[in-house]
């Protein structure tokens, strides 16, 4: 089938979609997620072809840990599609109104997208979320994973079909956009006129050829050079808690510590602390020749830090590390470096705690906090779409109102323009 085609039957779902109560569309959510749990063995079996074939590639271990699926991680797709089931339903909220001095009563109304595109990499759990957050919020959604998780995709969508139709939408409401070369990609990017927006999710080649190659407008997902930077005045132990958390906990996700800096003043002490314990905890420091002395110091092998590794997500137990001068110069590195994804401050002090959101230009400015808090879950939202670092529509973890447009709806009394 063609994507023009796709589009077309996408098109025709997201009409039913739009005006679907909240109870039919919860339902079938419900009904997706207990038919993913009762299929998790196909889903596996699925899945397993898909790692196979990305350990005979060569694939980096961090990616085939996103592609894996076991019956933990399907139960938590389904789990998240029962979230979002419980979540308020954002079509129809009255974003704001009034009645104009000439009696006119004016509204603005959440309305659905209509047809969103979803282009992403490895992660198969971004099948079933991307499908239920659209669904529920009105939108119809063609999805285009990569090849190396076709057969898992392929397995999930035909379940979330069945589960749809079986509770009375459109089973063209979730589509797996196939086909095996980037021309197929290409379509989706070109099918101005039948998807209304698309989203990419990956690295940051898939996000650039996206949105430099869409004549649909997209939705930026970008990626995640996050810092955590340790003030002169911050809790230091705090601060290695919160930078192991950061970078240990899932490595290879967008909202993991990929830069430590650490302000001068303190940089002996908790580098002292901080070095063995990434040691132990498998990572390789990237560090300045003041965090290579201090590895020294410590017994722990610090690696010469390059340019390009100051700029790099590394999406794996690698971290950069640089010691600076001041919350002023740790801000510049940051504006450098950053990809305006989430960046962490430890401190003390409020001053330096305020100058840091004022003046760090980020979706997402954490105070004492772990980068790993950046997401929709983490924030309350339900399973999330991406996490947006482009600045209109949408910035930082995407749930379901960011999914939504408005229309303005205005009601008169036989009012005419004078």
Known sequence: MSVREQGQRARKAATVLATASR?????????????????TPEIVEANADDVARAREAGT??????????????????????????????????VVRGTVLPNGLELRQLRVPLGVIGIIYEARPNVTADAAGLCLKA???????????????????????????????????????????????????????????????????????SVVEESTVPVIETGVGNCHVYVDAAADLGMALEILLNAKVQRPSVCNA??????????????????????????????????????????????????????????LSLDISAAVVDSLDAAVAHIRE????????????????????????????????ASTRFTDGGQFGFGAEIGISTQKLHARGPMGLPELTSTKYVVVGDGHVRP
């Open 23 to 39: 109870a039919t569309k919860d339902a079938a959510l419900r009904a997706m997620a207990d038919a993913l749990v009762a299929r």
């Open 138 to 208: 009105g939108n119809a959604v063609l999805l285009r994973g990569s090849s190396s998780a076709r057969s898992s995709n392929t397995a999930i969508v035909a379940t979330l079909r069945d589960a749809a139709e079986a509770s009375g939408l459109p089973a063209d409401s979730v589509q797996l956009v196939g086909g095996e070369s980037h021309e197929d990609v290409k379509q989706l990017m070109r099918a101005r006129g039948l998807v209304d927006v698309l989203i990419p999710r990956g690295g940051a080649g898939l996000i650039r």
């Open 60 to 93: 980096p271990d961090h990616i085939i840990d996103r592609l894996r699926l076991d019956a933990t991680r399907v139960a938590a797709m389904a789990d998240g599609l029962r979230e979002v089931a419980g979540l308020p339903d954002p079509v129809g909220e």
């Open 337 to 368: 470096y950053g990809s305006g994804h989430s960046e962490a401050i430890v401190t003390g002090s409020q001053p330096a705690a305020r100058r840091f959101v004022a003046e760090v230009d980020a979706a997402a400015v954490l105070v004492n």
């Open 257 to 314: 510590a990929e830069s430590l800096l650490v302000h001068k003043d303190v940089a002996d002490e908790f580098l002292a602390a901080a070095l063995p314990a990434l040691r132990d905890a498998g990572v390789t420091v990237h560090g300045t020749a003041e965090v290579r002395a201090a590895g020294d110091r410590s017994g722990v092998e610090v690696v010469p830090v390059t340019e390009e590794d100051f700029g790099t997500e590394y």
